[in-house]
């Protein structure tokens, strides 16, 4: 248990970055439930080993907690999801239709399936980057994976991401010329 100043600099250190924390697990395990759960086990692992933080950047540190109890949990409930790479033919989707992708709620929503598409390393980095605006250095931190590699994942994420917002069904040919 942590003594009363620990547990402040807990709290005003670590707590801050719950949503960033529970915005990473909710897309790597894509279930808003399974995420809340994890990120609460998460929560109460970085409490208990808090008095082993040495300082330097407590987002990238709960960040990394959360991302490896994310792949535990996956590891035990859903193996197969870790195992699975992108592959074009298998996670195409259909894009929408060109007149309701014109509505925002429906660009969001083809945003969120493009993402999902991804693989979880593809997903994850480019999560923390985009969304959780770390640095290349946070994100290798977090992930335990080069800096090199982290930017050729993110460079290849965002392709991937770009081609599947960017295809759509052929457009039929106007009649009002």
Known sequence: ????????????LVLPHLDAGFNLARWLLRNQADAEDVVQEAMMRAYRFFEHFRGGDARAWLLQIVRNSCYTWLEKHRPSELMTEFNEEVHHRPSADPEKLAVQT??????????????ARSREVLVLRELEECSYKEIAEITGIPMGTVMSTLSRARERLHQTLTSSPPKEASSDV
């Open 106 to 119: 429906a660009e969001r929503e083809h945003l969120m399936r493009a993402l999902d598409s991804l693989p």
């Open 1 to 12: 248990m942590l003594q009363p100043p620990q547990k402040i600099r807990f709290e005003q």
